[in-house]
């Protein structure tokens, strides 16, 4: 409830007023029913006017709708699935790297509590260098940092501990033929595990994520479902705004087609992420961001809190079914007790 009233606080009705008016140039329905059908679908499925557009709720009939992971579905889903404290494990950049080590196989150094020496020693043979704060989502306060645009390790040490980074990483290599899809970025995998009420880890989803538009992060890229028995990318690629709902057929910079695109050790990167799954029991439900080396998958970062609206989108869900009865399978004690 506390989230409900939260969400309900901050809403806005001048979006709401756009939402309707970007719907209505999709149907033939007119500006009132489309209100009060959204209105309705606020109170049946858990889904604002975000989601009744990215999903196209207008275009679903109420059995398509009743298996859409809505945002308020999502948000219940975690808090049920995740316990708050444990959940601070993943947030926490250097707790992470200290409990996924044997997963995410690259060299780090906390710089808070390394020594000057040990920084430049670590520094020392790296060009590039990942920078994170303590705590990050989407990117955020993350920086790649060119070594050679400092003309002194003391120049360098000086930038470094004054710009509220934690955890310093040598940079992920990927694999050769993840370059040919986009070469500027570590193009990760998005892969939704679930442990369920069976107490063993399961995959729900993967989706390959991609920069583009010389950018160095792939969030707010482009991305793609993945079949997880071929490793094939299933559909054309949808723009990370998922608002704007752009189709890419080949990614924009290297013209590779997307579709059908063949991303390397996929099984391996779902076998990695299913024992992780395991390493902490208080968190149960987790979308993982696996970047493809030359030597196979490694783990960049585990997050707790999982986005519902790239899964279901309607390019990648032709048959208008959401992800509900997949999670309903694994978690079925969840359902029941909320009655989705």
């Known amino acids: 409830m506390s989230y409900l009233n939260k969400v309900i606080k901050n809403a806005s009705f001048k979006k709401m007023h756009g939402a309707i008016k970007n719907v209505k140039t999709k149907t033939d329905k007119s500006s009132v029913s489309i209100f009060f059908d959204m209105l309705s679908c606020m109170k049946k499925y858990g889904a604002g006017y975000y989601d009744y557009q990215i999903f196209a709720f207008y275009n679903l009939n109420k059995e398509q709708r009743k298996t859409y992971l809505t945002r308020f579905k999502n948000k219940a889903f975690i808090v049920y699935m995740n316990n708050e ?10 707790e992470f790297n200290d409990i996924f080590k044997k997963y995410i ?26 920078c994170k704060p303590r705590s990050a989502e989407c990117g955020k306060g993350i920086e790649k940092v ?34 040919v899809l986009y070469s500027k970025a570590v193009n990760c995998m998005r892969i939704i595990t679930l442990v369920g009420d069976d107490g063993k880890p399961h995959l729900i989803y993967i989706v390959q994520k991609m920069g583009y538009n010389g950018r160095f992060l792939d969030n707010n890229g482009l991305f793609s479902p993945v079949d997880p028995e071929t490793g094939k990318m299933k559909y054309p690629a949808h723009s990370g705004d998922t608002l704007k709902g752009i189709i890419y057929e080949e990614h924009p910079d290297t013209h590779t087609k997307i579709p059908g695109f063949k991303l390397p050790y ?11 799954a395991t390493v902490v029991p208080e968190v149960r439900y987790v979308g993982w961001d696996v970047a493809i080396t030359e030597n196979g998958p490694v783990i960049i970062e585990g ?36 009655k989705y």
């Not at 196989?105 to 990942?130: H, N, P, Q, W």
């Not at 003309?151 to 930038?159: I, V």
Request: proline share 5%.
């Open 85 to 94: 404290e444990a959940a601070e494990k993943f947030e926490n950049k250097d």
């Open 105 to 130: 196989g690259r060299d780090f150094i906390r710089i808070d509590k390394a020594t000057k020496d040990e920084v430049k020693e670590f520094v020392k043979d790296k060009r590039y260098l990942f």
């Open 146 to 179: 060119d070594t050679s645009e400092f003309e002194s390790f003391e120049k360098l040490y000086e930038y470094l501990t004054t710009h509220n980074f934690y955890n310093i990483e040598e940079c992920v290599i990927q694999h050769h033929e993840m370059d």
């Open 266 to 276: 996929v099984k391996e990167a779902v076998a990695m992420c299913l024992e992780a």
């Open 303 to 338: 997050n707790p809190y999982c986005a519902h609206d790239f899964w279901q989108l309607p390019p990648h869900t032709p048959d208008k079914i959401g992800i509900l009865p997949v999670l309903k399978k694994y978690a079925p004690k969840f359902f029941e007790e909320n």
